[in-house]
T-cell receptor, first 114, second 109 residues
Framework: DSGVTQTPKHLITATGQRVTLRCSPR?????VYWYQQSLDQGLQFLIQ???????AKGNILERFSAQQFPDLHSELNLSSLELGDSALYFC?????????????FGPGTRLLVL | EDKVVQSPLSLVVHEGDTVTLNCSYE??????LLWYKQEKKAPTFLFML????IEKKSGRLSSILDKKELFSILNITATQTGDSAVYLC?????????FGAGTRLTVKP
């Protein structure tokens, strides 16, 4: 158990809908990262927040957005969902700001868009 | 374009064998290379490498980075069935973290 928690574990929704995924980092970690893992694209970095501010942006679609709250938990919002958004979404956390450091992954949220 | 290539994509060995997994990369402003093990769910951290030629070891696993030739290897000696997993290589700079497609290792009893 990495200490990173994610809810929900599973989510089934329809095309065009909007969902919110939630992540609580390890105690004391200031950075939160979001990743998407699909069968055809592998693990892709979406976005990083550090102490409430966006720090780095990867392959995140405009339909997706994220934020980190004062208590350091983070939410990833996915809107206008398409079939291709079906994937495993991981959150990870680390103590400090630099992107390229050891990250501790949560168990993931499996999203299925029908 | 930045990329991370892992080889082989899949490997089947028997318990006790030694395996070498490869990761080559082209990433601008390289900061570090990380190895993760992914079994059923979340990736778990194995090693982070930032300097060339310095071997990192943890039990039967070891890894080394060559920043001149832009690659890293992950060695697993005396493999066990519990080593069966997908091994992911990730390379990062200040703005992005790129993952390879992974090597699926299957260790047969």
């Amino acid at each position: 158990d990495s200490g990173v928690t994610q809810t929900p574990k599973h989510l089934i929704t329809a095309t065009g809908q909007r969902v919110t995924l939630r992540c609580s980092p390890r105690s004391g970690d200031l950075s939160v990262y979001w990743y998407q893992q699909s069968l055809d694209q592998g693990l892709q970095f979406l976005i990083q927040y550090y102490n409430g501010e966006e720090r780095a942006k990867g392959n995140i679609l405009e339909r997706f957005s994220a934020q980190q709250f004062p208590d350091l938990h983070s939410e990833l919002n996915l809107s206008s969902l398409e079939l291709g958004d079906s994937a495993l979404y991981f959150c990870a956390s680390s103590p400090t700001g630099p992107l390229s450091q050891t990250q501790y992954f949560g168990p993931g949220t499996r999203l299925l868009v029908l | 374009e930045d990329k991370v290539v892992q080889s082989p994509l899949s490997l089947v060995v028997h318990e006790g064998d030694t395996v070498t997994l490869n990761c080559s990369y082209e990433v601008t402003n390289f900061r570090s290379l990380l190895w993760y093990k992914q079994e059923k769910k979340a990736p778990t951290f194995l090693f982070m490498l930032t300097s060339s030629g310095i071997e990192k070891k943890s039990g039967r696993l070891s890894s080394i980075l060559d920043k001149k030739e832009l690659f890293s290897i992950l060695n697993i000696t005396a493999t066990q069935t519990g080593d069966s997993a997908v091994y992911l290589c990730a390379v990062g700079n200040n703005n992005d973290m790129r993952f390879g497609a992974g090597t699926r290792l299957t260790v047969k009893p």
